[in-house]
């Protein structure tokens, strides 16, 4: 079925970016998915954050691989550049187009079948390599396409719509992260937008692979009682680890270090910031840490949600490889195929 066009009629006057341009300046086309789909505010997040981080939509590479998931970049910055791959595909197509253009910014978007099950042997490629992109995945644990089976991120006793409850070991997306290496972890909700948008904006600053692993309920197959995706569940089990919110590098502001619940400190552009100091013990660069802590909540039944962990030391694809500066695309051609002369001197000294 294809989408829509939404009309662009401004009920009000709008406030605009930096760019001139206004939020709905970075909407698509019109959903097609289930009203009430968590992933529709999962595009309504990332919407916002384009606009709020003033980011030029040809500056944009929107990717994705097959199910309900996929269908998301559809309708988000129609202006943006877009490849819709094959079904768990995705990551050496993003991959591809990172390594022929580094200078813009790409955001792919997954589900739980897409990543897991067909897609599980690139996406760990992805995180080896450390792509810089922003991967978004979301997570409602059946194959909503296909009638609600379970998906690889199903819990164990987790039940289907029809009763049937799950018997096979989930795949959780940040612990595989946290094996392969992977530079930025991060988890939220598709209902919590006030936690998604800051962790959107850190993902897209990052410099490497960022990957936010977003529950986002399946109201036709999984909203259901005895569901660990639905709404219920994660309002009644989400554990937030900080209060997040994302700060531009600018000038450091200095905070005196309290123990006080929160702080409100005012920023470089004269807005205020509530700070809230993060549980004891927490630290989201120690890996195994990271690791056991989010193993202990899952025990008790908990998610914990907000950014997980963080390596700022990380070496991106292209440093690790050693490319020119500009992009690959831009090379000029003579640099690209310097003649038969050059390329036959290469091939002598094989010899």
């Known amino acids: 079925m294809k989408s829509p066009t939404k009309p662009i009629i401004p009920l009000a006057v709008l406030p605009k970016n930096e760019l001139g341009l206004t939020v709905r300046d970075y ?30 939509p040809r500056d944009i590479v929107k990717l994705s691989g097959i199910g309900c998931s996929s269908k998301t ?12 791959s094959a079904h768990g595909r995705m990551a050496p197509i993003a991959t591809g187009a990172n390594a022929a253009n580094r200078e813009l910014t790409m955001i792919g978007i997954s589900g739980d079948g897409d990543s897991l099950s067909i897609g599980m042997g690139h996406l760990a490629h992805l995180m080896r390599r450390n792509v810089n992109m922003l991967y978004v995945l979301e997570n ?8 609600g089976q379970f998906s690889a991120s199903a819990d164990i006793g987790s039940r289907s719509k029809r009763g049937v409850a799950n018997v096979v070991a989930p ?22 937008k006030a936690q998604l948008i800051p962790l959107l904006k850190a993902g897209v600053a990052h410099r490497g692979l960022a990957i936010i692993d977003v529950i986002s309920p399946c109201v036709t197959f999984n909203d ?11 309002r009644e089990h989400e554990i937030k680890e900080i209060e997040t919110d994302f700060v531009p590098w600018e000038q450091e502001i200095a905070m005196p270090r309290s123990k006080d619940d929160a702080k409100e400190i005012t920023m470089h552009d004269g807005s205020t910031v509530r700070f809230r100091s993060v549980p004891e013990g927490y630290d989201p660069r120690d890996r195994q840490k990271v690791e056991d802590y989010i193993r202990e909540h899952r025990e008790r039944g ?13 070496i991106e694809v292209h440093e690790l490889n050693n490319t020119p500066d500009v992009a690959l695309a831009k090379v000029p051609f003579e640099k690209l195929c310097p003649g038969s002369a050059v390329l036959a001197k290469i091939q002598e000294s094989f010899r």
């Open 27 to 56: 909407e698509g086309a019109m959903s097609t998915l289930c009203a009430g789909c968590g992933h529709d505010s999962v595009t309504a997040a990332i919407t916002q954050m384009f606009f709020e981080i003033s980011m030029p």
């Open 73 to 84: 970049p559809t309708y988000f910055v129609r202006g943006a550049h877009g490849f819709n």
């Open 140 to 147: 409602n644990g059946v194959y909503g396409l296909t009638k």
């Open 171 to 192: 795949i959780d997306p940040i612990l595989l992260g946290l094996s392969m290496g992977a530079t930025f972890l991060a988890r939220s909700f598709s209902g919590d």
């Open 224 to 234: 259901h009682e005895g569901s660990t995706k639905s709404y219920r569940f994660m």
């Open 302 to 314: 908990e998610v914990a949600t907000g950014l997980l962990y963080l390596n700022e030391d990380s």
